[in-house]
């Protein structure tokens, strides 16, 4: 068998301070004889002398595209716009396989360099479910930021922190300022990780699932002065939220929390605004009378860069040991194989 060569690439999204593998991981993969290259990253939570420490190879940041072909390159987020070819296997969220804006761009760049997108948002076992996700930490930092923002008490542009000092910030007196929250795909792990955050902030926190989405219950949901998205709809279901229901008298809704930030999307369940939000700007109003902020920030865990990353690192981890053509990976290639075929996308020297 050849020897798996990965190469953990910077982010260049400057707000980006998670990685997906962590320092004591990189040992394990070192250890059972990946070859492991880390590049230079000023921004990463982990310095990347703790990468050399555990036997990686270290390499300037953006070096990636020139590691030799059979090397596969792991990220988290979004690739720089060059080179317009990618020949690499390149293993990362893309956001690519749901209509996304920019996502047939993506694509044709795989398909043109005969490269291939391992997306990690698709690395599931036999039944569909996810083996690696930051989900939980979204949602708390999304309910987290609601609840401070609700409070008038958030402040820009966010800085990362530490889960320990959030929560106490979370369970400072709320005072008269108490109020009540939903969580919707409150069963999974974004919805677990926000119910989390509001229990923490002592907030009465209601949760539906698709139970109680199925006949939604739009008087219910207006009435809550708080709500967080945690729902990644990957069918075409009727929105949690219309423009006219931001008009309704019986709207008590103040504050708006998209986790899923599918923005762009004919799957998004919230279509009424058109970008997200940042850690320069992490509040949008969108209503003035009564008001309506909205929070819809795509890399919520990178606030908690450390606890999200060991996390996602040891999830992750089992699966890059098992790393081949067959299983999770396997199932990987064949979706982003199957997208480009859906879209029309003729695809060069991909590897199977």
């Known amino acids: 068998m050849t020897e798996l060569h990965l190469w953990l690439r910077h982010e260049p999204r400057t707000t980006e301070r998670r990685t997906p593998v962590v320092p004591a991981d990189a040992r394990r993969l070192v250890d059972s004889g990946v070859a492991l290259t880390v590049e230079e990253s000023p921004q990463r939570i982990f310095p ?38 990618l020949v690499h296997r390149h293993i990362f969220f893309g956001h690519a396989y749901k209509q996304q804006p920019g996502a047939t761009g993506l694509l044709r760049r795989f398909a043109a360099g005969g490269g291939a997108l391992l997306d990690l ?15 939980y930490w979204a949602g708390y930092l999304g309910a987290a930021l ?20 959030l929560d106490a910030v979370l369970r400072q007196a709320p005072g008269d300022t ?11 792990r974004s919805g677990r990780g926000a119910s989390t955050a509001f229990r923490t902030a002592g907030v009465e926190v209601t949760r539906w699932d698709l139970a109680e989405t199925r006949d939604l219950d739009r008087r219910a949901l207006l009435g809550h002065d708080v709500m967080v998205n945690a729902v990644l709809a990957t069918t075409l279901v009727p ?14 809704l103040r ?8 923005v762009g999307s004919p799957f998004n369940v919230l279509p009424v605004y058109d970008r997200t939000t940042d850690w320069a700007e992490p509040v949008r109003r969108l209503r003035e009378e009564p008001p309506l902020d909205l929070i819809a920030i795509d890399n919520l865990p990178s606030l908690l860069p450390r606890e999200s990353s060991t996390d996602f690192s040891a999830a992750l981890l089992p699966q890059l040991l098992a790393f081949g053509p067959g299983g999770a990976w396997g199932r990987c290639l064949d979706r982003f194989h199957q997208t480009c075929r859906e879209l029309g996308i003729e695809e060069g020297e991909s590897r199977s």
Do not use: N, Q
Request: some cysteine.
């Open 146 to 165: 609601a609840v401070l923002r609700h409070r008038d008490r958030l402040t820009a542009p966010l800085t990362p922190t530490t889960k320990d000092d």
């Open 121 to 135: 948002e698709y690395l599931v076992d036999e039944a569909g479910r996810r083996l690696a996700a930051f989900g």
């Open 255 to 262: 504050t708006l929390c998209d986790v899923t930030c599918d």
């Open 178 to 188: 108490e109020f009540t929250a939903l969580v919707i795909g409150a069963l999974g």
């Open 239 to 252: 929105p949690f939220l219309r423009e006219e229901d931001l008009h309704s008298p019986a709207r008590r």
């Open 48 to 85: 990347t002398e703790e990468y050399e420490a555990a036997g990686c190879r270290r390499a300037p940041a953006g070096s990636w595209m020139a590691a030799p072909r059979d090397t596969v390159i792991l990220g988290l987020k979004e690739l720089p716009d060059e080179p317009d070819e």
